[in-house]
């Protein structure tokens, strides 16, 4: 999402908001991420069988969708539910976040995601940790995580500037990515975290760690977008 704790701010153009402890955003944070990916690579090797790939890519969207939604406004109240690095240095670029709290953000996320995606692996009844072999290369794949990443930060924080709560919030987000992983080639992933984590599953939701670093720049150059943009139409 993208409204903020800790530490209430003045910053022109982004609300005050009410201030949670830091390691209780940040548990926020890690465990958000990890049920993020529990549900991406969970329901990515239960949809997995033969026939064509739409069949398969259908449900999974249907079901990362529901749960980013819910994850969002359950934990919105607490760190402003981010669960993505791309969101969180959007959010210190426009003044939501403290910049000394990025980092310790970031991490949170990588660590939660990394352990949510051990569970879905662990729970499916596959080695904890792998290394994905699923190449995802290309200039049109690494273009439409660029697109990707720039409308989901554009979404989530002209909707918070708009005073929208988390429940109108999670729900744009959630259905945004569940359209995003059927219409983009590279299946929005759009989410530094979610991109790293994939790494560790070799299964339908994978990706290979060669092809990881540019999805990772991608999604930066992304953000970046996506923040000039959000600046551009709050600009009288």
Do not use: K
Not at 44 to 62: K, S
Not at 97 to 109: D, M, N, S
Not at 191 to 206: C, I
């Amino acid at each position: 999402m993208a409204s903020s704790p800790p530490e209430p701010h003045t910053t022109p153009g982004a609300p005050p908001v009410a201030v949670p402890p830091l390691w209780r955003a940040l548990t926020a944070e890690a465990l958000g991420t990890g049920l993020l990916l529990w549900a991406i690579v969970g329901s990515g090797i239960a949809v997995t069988h033969d026939g064509p790939l739409i069949a398969q890519l259908f449900p999974h969207a249907v079901v990362v969708g529901l749960a980013l939604a819910a994850i969002i406004v359950m934990l919105a109240p607490h760190s402003g539910a981010h669960l993505n690095p791309a969101v969180t240095l959007s959010a210190v670029l426009l003044g939501h976040l403290e910049r000394r709290h990025a980092g310790p953000y970031v991490l949170a996320q990588v660590v939660g995601g990394a352990a949510g995606t051990a569970v879905a692996n662990a729970t499916a009844g596959l080695a904890a940790v792998q290394v994905s072999a699923r190449a995802r290369d290309g200039a049109g794949l690494v273009a439409s995580e660029v697109g990707a990443t720039a409308v989901l930060v554009l979404l989530i924080f002209l909707l918070v500037r708009a005073g929208r709560g988390p429940g109108p919030v999670g729900a744009a987000v959630g259905a945004y990515i569940a359209a995003g992983i059927v219409f983009t080639p590279s299946t929005a992933f759009a989410n530094p975290a979610v991109t790293l984590a994939r790494t560790l599953s070799d299964t339908f939701t994978g990706i290979a760690p060669a092809s990881a670093p540019a999805f990772l720049g991608a999604q930066v150059t992304g953000a970046l977008i996506g923040v000039a943009l959000v600046r551009a139409f709050r600009t009288p």
